[in-house]
């Protein structure tokens, strides 16, 4: 599933390579991935329109875009959510989205779409340049969503922003279990399964324990190790690059201590740590 270093690197592309280029036509026939709006709602808002920035808050990203002719006043935003699989692709006036080139990232080893995994329908949405290229959300699985003026205030902080003070008094409370801390996105925006278990397993703690028991010392290096984790994600490819990443599974053991990796459920979600190590 796309984590915050997918939907960074999802933002990056967009921004070198789809940036100040007039909208002439919108595909948002798409009524479950373009809910709630009605087919053509998309396309009237962003007709004429140029993308002028790519934005992103935890796995929440967002375009902003111009005025209409002779207005200074901008135009609405445009939310992208990548959902389990989505990939974005944009291409330039000399490729097709059947093409093999193009500008590409998504959700998980690969990035692109891939040779011959690329029906028609699962493009979901798709905007076309008025110089030929394209933007279009690929989306096998149907989960991701595109709406205009999403409710980016609904969401926390980023995870990979947030600062010291903010992170402790956010993640450092209660009696929830600390991996649910984490994934909770009201709290901290961007951290998904993955990411959580790498940085807990970083961290040598325990995804089961209650947050508020963390000390400011465990805080802080918590903090340390998730903005470490993001940055390596992002440089290496996504979440499932961590060093931890091949050991979540059963009959696995620690890469550090040998210790058999224990699996439960935390947070809602499948959970792997090492019991001897994260405490």
Request: charged share 30%; hydrophobic share 35%.
């Amino acid at each position: 599933m796309p984590e915050l270093p997918e939907v960074e690197s999802a933002r990056a592309v967009i921004e070198r390579s789809a940036l100040e280029r007039v909208i002439a036509g919108v595909d948002d026939a798409d009524t479950y991935e373009c809910r709630p709006h009605a087919p053509g709602e998309i396309r009237d808002a962003l007709l004429g329109r140029r993308l002028t920035a790519a934005r992103r808050r935890g796995k929440l990203m967002w375009c902003e875009t111009s005025g209409t002719a002779g207005s200074r006043e901008p135009g609405p935003l445009l939310g992208l959510h990548l959902g389990m699989s989505g990939r974005i692709l944009v291409t330039d006036p000399t490729e097709s989205a059947e093409d093999e080139g193009g500008d590409y990232v998504g959700g998980g080893p690969g990035g692109g779409p891939g040779r011959g995994a690329r029906k028609p329908e699962w493009y979901r949405f798709t905007i076309d340049f008025e110089d030929g290229g394209s933007l279009r959300l690929f989306d096998k699985r149907r989960l991701g969503r595109v709406r205009l003026d999403p409710d980016v205030d609904a969401l926390g902080p980023d995870a990979g922003e947030i600062g010291r003070d903010d992170f402790r008094a956010r993640v450092g409370r209660g009696t929830a279990p600390l991996k649910a801390r984490l994934l909770d996105q009201a709290t901290l925006a961007g951290v998904g399964n993955l990411l959580a278990d790498e940085v807990l397993w970083q961290s040598r703690l325990s995804p089961q324990r209650p947050a508020g028991e963390l000390s400011t010392a465990e805080l802080d290096a918590l903090r340390r190790e998730l903005r470490q984790g993001i940055r390596h994600a992002i440089r290496h490819g996504g979440v499932h690059t961590g060093e931890v990443m091949p050991y979540r599974r059963s009959g696995a053991r620690c890469p550090r201590c040998d210790a058999e990796m224990r699996r439960a459920t935390v947070g809602g979600r499948t959970t792997w740590w090492c019991p001897q190590e994260q405490t």
